[in-house]
C-alpha cells in the first residue's frame, strides 16, 4: 500500500465509466453525507482500486464483480490525507472486468463445418438446414434465418429457426451470446440489423446505413431480390478474417463493423464501408451462386472485390475509390512476380489446401482481371452478363467458364479465349514500349521479380493515349511482339468522337500504355519515352490512375534489377507536388522500401535519402498541416495521416517534436482536439521514434491508452505503432507484449505489421524463440503465416534467406508452406536488389544533387 504514497497521478489499474452519485446535504449542520457507485473496468490484475479522495468519512466500501453477485469488502480502507488518496486492498486479485462472460461464434468456410456435425462438406453439396438451438434463456441467439419460435424450459429456451433456402456448408452460421443492436430497413422491407457488445449500438449506425443502401443497390444491379428475409451483421471481439459472409447472418471483427464519431479515423470508416460492401456482395455472389469447387474461389473472393469498390464507388463518390483500387491491383501484382506464386486457378485436391489461397492473387488479381475485362467489354454489358449468370445459376453452382459463358454470349467477344491467359496460368506480362524510327514497338515477356524471365504468354488488352487523352487506340496484343506507326495513330484519332486535331509538332509528346491502369501487366518505356513521361508527370497532364501507374511500374522494375535506383529516384522528384491520396500514398509506400535497401547498400547515403523524401513530402506537408481543415475531404484526411507518419519514420525534427507535443496534450486529455484520429497514428510513431530503454515514458503511455480504450481501432493504431521503434530492445518487448493475454489472437498482426528496420534482427530471433508457441496458438488458422511473411520479408542478404530455409525447413506444415517459399525468394529478390544499388557508383553523388538542388 506505501507504493502509492506520494504519486503524482493514479495508477490505472481500473478506469471508471460511469458514477451513480447521491448526496444528502444537510444545511442546517452544514454537512452532506451521500453514496457513490462507481462502475469500472478493471483493465490489470491488482489487489488494489486507488483512487482519489479528501476530506471525507468513508464508512462503507464494497466490490461487486457484477450486478447480480454478493459484494465483497476490502480487507483494508485507507485515506491518505497528505496525498489525497483512497487506497482499498482487497485480500485477492480483482478479477478483470468483472466476471468473463463466453459467446458462441462458428466459422466453418472453408471446410470446417464438419467439425460442428457431419455433412457433405463441400460448396456443391448444397441442402436446406433447419437449425435449433438451446441456450441460457438470457442469451440472444442467431443463425442463418429468422427465429420461428421460442419455448422456454427452466432457465434454458430452445430456439426454432426457420428452414433456410438450399445453400452450401460453408455459409451455415449460429452465435450465441450477450448483445445489443440497432436495426434499419431496405426498400423492400428486409430488416437489417447490427449486434454489438452492450453499450456499443452508436457504433453500428454507419454499418448498417452502409448495409441498408448496398442491399438496395445490389438488388438493382444483379437484377435480384436480396434471397432471404433478414440480414444480421455481428461483430465478434476475436475473429480471425476481417469478416465472413455466412447466409443472413455476417460475421465481422469490431475494426470491419464498428465506427466511433470521435475516435475512428477516416482510414477506418472506409475499411467498414468496403468490408460490409464485400460481405454483402457475398450474398448473391458465393451465397446465391457458389463456385463448384475452391478451384473457383476466385470467383467468389475476386468478385466480391470489386463489386464492393462499385458499391462503395456509387455510395462515396468523393472517396476516388476506384483510383484507391489500385492498391489491390499493385498487391496482386507483387505476389504475381514471384516464382512462387500460382495461377487464379488453382488446382485443389484436400479442401485443407484451400486455406492457403484466400491470398493476393484470387482477391486482388482476381478483382484487377474482372476491372480489366470490365474496361474492355463495357460496364453495361458486364452488368447485364453478371444479371443473367445470377439467374442462371441461382441456388446453383458455376465455374469460371460458366461466368465467361455469358460475357461472351452478352458480348459477341470471345472471353473464354481472351481469358484463359490470365487465370490458367500464374504471371503477368511487361510490356517494353520502344519508339523506332516513328513506330511503336511491343514486345511482352513474363514479369518476374527476380529479373529473370518467365515462359508466360498473354492476350493483352493494351490501350494507350498519345500526347492527350483524346488520341486514344485499344487493341490486343495476341503475339510475343507488335508494332504501330505513330502516324496511324493521329490519323486514326482524327476520326474519333473529339473531331480533326491538328497538331503540327508531335515529337515530344507523351506515350501512356494502360491508360487508367485498367490492365493488370506492366510497362518499360525506353529512355526517350521515360522522359517525355516524366515531363507529363511535371506538367501535370497525367491522370491520377496513370501517375500511380507510372511511378509503381517504375519502382517494380527497379526492384527487379531493370533499371537503376537513380532513375527511379529522378523520376520520385516529379512527384514533389503530388496531392492525389493514392498517388502519394504509393510514393510513400516506395519510399520506405527504397530507403530500407538504399540503406542495406550504402549505409552513408540513408541520411541523404531520408532528406531526399522528406523534401517531397513537404508540399503535402505544408497544405495539410496536423489540424482538420474545416469541410475537408475524406481524402485530405486519410491524406494528413499518411504523410505525418511518413515524415516521422523519417526522422523529420519538426514533425517529431510537433507529434510528440500534440501526444503529450493527448495523454493528459483524451478529449483534446489536438489529436484528433486521423494523425493518432503519426503521433504513436513519432512517440515511439523516440522511446529507448532509458526513455520508456512514450511507451508506457501507449501502454495505458490501450489499456483504456475499448476501441479495437485505437488498440490496433497502438499495437502497429509499438515495435516501429528503433531501439531493438524495445521491439523485443513489444513482441513479447503482442503473446500476452492483453492482446486478442486476432490483433498480434497489426503488432507485426510495424516492426522497425533496426528491430527485423530481434524479431527474427524472437520469431524462433517463440515458434512452438506461436504454432501452437495460431497454427490451425490463416493467421499463423502473417507471423513469417511480416518479420522476415524485411531481410536482404542470401544468408538470411539461407537461414530462415533452415530453420522451417523441420517444421514445415501445409498450412505454412506456400508463405514460406515466397518469404524466402523475397528476400533473395532484395539481395539482389542490394547488390545491384551497390553497384551503382554515382548513387551517393545524385541522390545529394537530388536532395539539394533547388527546384
Ligand atoms: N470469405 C471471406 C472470409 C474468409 C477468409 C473465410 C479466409 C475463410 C478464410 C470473406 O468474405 C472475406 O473475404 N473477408 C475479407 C475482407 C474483405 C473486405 C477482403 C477478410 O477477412 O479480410
Ligand atoms: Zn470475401
Known amino acids: 500500500m506505501d507504493e502509492f504514497r506520494g504519486l503524482a497521478r493514479l495508477p490505472k489499474f481500473a478506469v471508471p465509466k460511469r458514477y451513480d452519485l447521491t448526496l444528502k446535504p444537510d444545511l442546517v449542520t452544514c454537512k452532506f453525507s451521500g453514496e457513490v ?42 485515506l491518505v490525507e497528505e496525498d489525497e488518496i483512497l487506497v482499498l486492498e482487497f485480500d485477492y486479485l480483482i478479477p478483470i472486468n468483472g466476471e468473463k462472460k463466453n459467446m458462441a461464434v462458428t466459422q466453418f468456410e472453408p471446410a470446417d463445418a464438419r467439425r460442428c456435425f457431419p455433412c457433405w462438406d463441400e460448396p456443391a453439396v448444397k441442402a436446406t438446414f433447419k437449425v435449433t438451438l438451446e441456450v441460457p434463456s438470457e442469451l440472444i441467439a442467431l443463425s442463418n434465418m429468422p427465429v420461428l419460435q421460442e419455448k422456454h424450459d427452466g432457465p434454458l429456451k430452445i430456439v426454432y429457426f426457420e428452414e433456410s433456402p438450399i445453400m452450401s456448408t460453408y455459409l451455415v452460421a449460429v452465435v450465441v451470446g450477450l448483445f445489443d443492436y440497432m436495426e434499419g430497413k431496405t ?7 447490427v449486434y454489438c457488445q452492450v453499450g456499443k449500438t452508436d457504433q453500428g449506425k454507419f454499418a448498417l446505413d452502409v448495409a441498408v443502401k448496398a442491399l438496395d443497390l445490389y438488388k438493382k444491379y444483379f437484377a435480384e431480390p436480396y434471397p432471404l428475409p433478414k440480414l444480421d451483421m455481428i461483430a465478434i471481439p476475436d475473429f480471425a478474417a476481417g469478416a465472413m459472409e455466412n447466409y443472413g447472418l455476417v460475421t465481422y471483427r469490431e475494426t470491419a463493423l464498428l465506427y466511433d464519431e ?28 457458389t463456385m463448384e469447387w475452391w478451384t473457383h474461389l476466385w470467383l467468389n473472393e475476386g468478385f466480391a472485390t470489386w463489386v464492393s469498390y462499385l458499391a462503395v464507388d456509387s455510395l462515396f463518390p468523393d472517396w476516388n475509390i476506384w483510383t484507391q483500387f489500385l492498391d489491390e491491383t499493385t498487391g496482386g501484382l507483387r505476389l504475381d512476380g514471384l516464382a512462387e506464386s500460382h495461377p487464379i486457378e488453382v ?87 520502344k519508339l523506332e524510327d516513328h513506330r511503336l514497338e511491343f514486345e511482352q515477356s513474363h514479369f518476374l521479380s527476380s529479373g529473370l524471365t518467365g515462359d508466360g504468354q498473354w492476350i493483352v488488352p493494351i490501350t494507350l493515349c498519345y500526347g492527350s487523352y483524346n488520341t486514344r487506340k485499344n487493341f490486343l496484343l495476341k503475339s510475343k511482339v507488335g508494332d504501330m ?43 526517350e519515352l521515360a522522359s517525355r513521361i516524366r515531363r507529363a508527370i511535371e506538367t501535370n497532364s497525367l491522370s491520377a490512375t496513370d501517375r500511380f501507374g507510372v511511378l509503381d511500374d517504375a519502382y517494380a522494375l527497379c526492384a527487379a534489377c531493370k533499371q537503376t535506383l537513380s532513375s527511379l529516384l529522378s523520376l520520385m522528384v516529379a512527384y514533389r507536388e503530388e496531392l492525389d491520396y493514392t498517388v502519394l500514398s504509393c510514393l510513400i509506400d516506395v519510399s520506405y522500401k527504397v530507403v530500407q535497401m538504399a540503406g542495406d547498400a550504402i549505409p552513408s547515403v540513408s ?47 519538426i514533425a517529431l517534436s510537433e507529434a510528440i507535443n500534440r501526444f503529450n496534450m493527448f495523454v493528459h486529455d483524451g478529449n483534446t482536439p ?100 506461436i504454432s501452437k496458438t495460431w497454427g490451425s488458422g490463416f493467421l499463423v503465416t502473417r507471423f513469417i511473411s511480416a518479420v522476415v520479408s524485411q531481410f ?43 553497384n551503382e557508383p554515382s548513387l551517393e553523388a545524385v541522390v545529394k544533387e537530388l536532395t539539394y538542388r533547388k527546384y
Open 37 to 78: 457507485r462507481i462502475t469500472l473496468d478493471i483493465v490489470e490484475k491488482t489487489k488494489y482500486i486507488v483512487l482519489n479522495a479528501a476530506d471525507l468519512l468513508i464508512r462503507h466500501a464494497s466490490f461487486y464483480a457484477s450486478p447480480s453477485q454478493q459484494g465483497v469488502s476490502p480487507s483494508n480502507i485507507t
Open 187 to 193: 426498400l423492400n422491407g428486409t430488416c437489417v440489423r
Open 262 to 289: 470521435r475516435n475512428s479515423a477516416a482510414a477506418n470508416k472506409q475499411r467498414v464501408a468496403i468490408v460490409v460492401a464485400h460481405e454483402l456482395a457475398h450474398q448473391w455472389f458465393g451465397n446465391l451462386v
Open 347 to 433: 488446382e485443389i485436391n484436400h479442401a485443407r489446401e484451400v486455406d492457403e489461397i484466400f491470398d493476393a492473387i484470387s482477391y486482388k488479381k482476381g478483382a484487377s482481371v474482372i476491372r480489366m475485362l470490365q474496361a474492355y467489354l463495357g460496364a453495361e454489358t458486364v452488368q447485364r452478363s453478371l444479371a443473367s449468370y445470377i439467374k442462371r445459376h441461382a441456388y446453383k453452382n458455376a465455374k469460371t467458364e460458366d461466368l465467361w459463358a455469358v460475357l461472351s454470349e452478352e458480348s459477341g467477344e470471345p472471353v473464354n479465349m481472351l481469358m484463359d491467359s490470365w487465370t490458367k496460368q500464374k504471371g503477368y506480362p511487361v510490356i517494353y514500349a
Open 485 to 527: 506507326g505513330l502516324s496511324e495513330l493521329l490519323h486514326e484519332s482524327n476520326f474519333g468522337l473529339m473531331g480533326k486535331r491538328t497538331r503540327s509538332d508531335t515529337s515530344g509528346d507523351w506515350i501512356k500504355l494502360n491508360i487508367d491502369q485498367a490492365g493488370f501487366y506492366r510497362v518499360k518505356y525506353d529512355d
Open 607 to 653: 541520411n541523404d535519402l531520408k532528406q531526399f523524401i522528406i523534401n517531397l513530402l513537404q508540399f503535402g506537408a505544408e497544405k495539410l498541416g496536423w489540424e482538420p481543415i474545416s469541410g475537408e475531404s475524406h481524402l485530405d484526411a486519410m491524406l494528413r495521416g499518411q504523410i505525418l507518419t511518413a515524415l516521422a519514420v523519417f526522422g523529420h525534427e
Open 674 to 773: 489536438l489529436l484528433p484520429a486521423d494523425t493518432r497514428k503519426a503521433a504513436y510513431v513519432a512517440v515511439m521514434q523516440r522511446v529507448s530503454t532509458s526513455n520508456r515514458s512514450g511507451y508506457e503511455s501507449l501502454l495505458r491508452i490501450y489499456r483504456e480504450t475499448d476501441l479495437s481501432q485505437e488498440k490496433s493504431r497502438i499495437l502497429s505503432s509499438l515495435a516501429s521503434c528503433p531501439d531493438p530492445e524495445i521491439v523485443q518487448e513489444a513482441l513479447n507484449f503482442l503473446l500476452t493475454s492483453e492482446v486478442r489472437s486476432q490483433d498480434v498482426v497489426y503488432g507485426l505489421a510495424g516492426i522497425s528496420t533496426e528491430g527485423r534482427d530481434v524479431a527474427w530471433k524472437w520469431l524462433q524463440d517463440n515458434w512452438d508457441f
Open 796 to 838: 536482404s542478404s542470401n544468408e538470411r534467406a539461407e537461414e530462415v530455409e533452415a530453420f522451417f525447413s523441420s517444421r514445415i506444415k501445409p498450412s505454412i508452406e506456400r508463405t514460406v517459399k515466397q518469404s524466402v525468394e523475397h528476400i533473395r529478390i532484395n539481395a539482389q536488389w542490394v547488390k545491384s544499388i551497390k
